[in-house]
């Protein structure tokens, strides 16, 4: 059995003996603070607005394209968000000074690994705020917006099931996957961040920051919204049609 496999096994036996009874608790206790009440009544609206951004001209879109930076690839078996990072855009146009970065606390302890990887250290945790206030506060950030992430597949697929961990109402907003749109409108395969900065001349930033990885992303969105222009993909019915994600 290779190393992989064996530390995935054992994170799944680890999780179903001993984390997911740990956290269970952590949240019942986690429910009686302000914060998730305030969280749970904030996902509700997200849904409702969905059907009016779906309308909108790509010209008058506010998108709010974000990174999560995460102890691992798999939310079912606990693993958790350490930051969010995100940037605003109008239309094409990217908002420099409309960033949101916050550094998430996990249930867990962070591994050395994880640090390593992101950057982030003891010191960051510390002073670091609960998944439901960080995450209270990131929807308080990109409210009435269009959220973009690069893959959109792992970042809101990894939100929605850790919000479901956390006994929250699902979580489904209007979003765009900018991996899925950039294969359709540039025919192409390797499409990762890293191949699209080097591709669009994009300056390179420290990787698996979150706030960095939005910003390059949000670099990267604006080629495709350009591309979108030039052939005529005026809306965000038009754009999901391309990208093949379905509105």
Not at 8 to 27: A, D, M, S, T
Not at 53 to 65: A, G, K, P, V
Not at 217 to 227: D, G, P, R, S, V
Request: glycine share 4%; charged share 30%; aromatic share 12%.
């Amino acid at each position: 059995m290779s190393d992989a496999k064996f530390n995935v096994g054992y994170r799944i036996l680890k999780y179903y003996f001993w984390h997911r009874y740990l956290f269970k608790k952590q949240v019942e206790k986690a429910k009686k603070n302000p914060s998730y009440q305030k969280l749970n009544s904030m996902l509700k609206e997200f849904e409702e607005e969905k059907p009016l951004l779906q309308q909108q001209y790509l010209e008058n879109c506010i998108f709010t394209i974000f990174d999560l930076e995460t102890t691992g690839f798999f939310p079912e078996i606990g693993d958790e968000i350490v930051s969010i990072g995100a940037i605003k855009m109008q239309g094409e146009q990217i908002l420099e000074k409309k960033t949101f970065y916050e550094v998430i606390n996990p249930l867990q302890t962070v591994s050395a690994e994880t640090k390593k990887f992101t950057g982030l250290k003891r010191a960051d945790f510390i002073k670091a705020k609960t998944l439901p206030v960080g995450l209270k506060e990131f929807l308080d950030f990109c409210k009435g917006t269009i959220l973009v992430a690069h893959p959109a597949s792992f970042d809101i697929n990894f939100l929605q099931k850790r919000i479901g961990k956390w006994g929250l109402p699902s979580f489904d907003p209007e979003f765009i996957d900018s991996y899925a749109l950039a294969k359709e409108l540039l025919n192409e395969q390797e499409c990762y961040l890293d191949d699209l900065v080097k591709k669009f001349q994009i300056a390179k930033r420290t990787r698996h920051h979150a706030l960095n990885d939005a910003i390059m992303t949000a670099e990267i969105f604006q080629e495709l919204i350009k591309l979108c222009k030039a052939n005529k993909i005026e809306t965000i019915k038009e754009l999901h049609e391309v990208a093949g994600t379905g509105a």
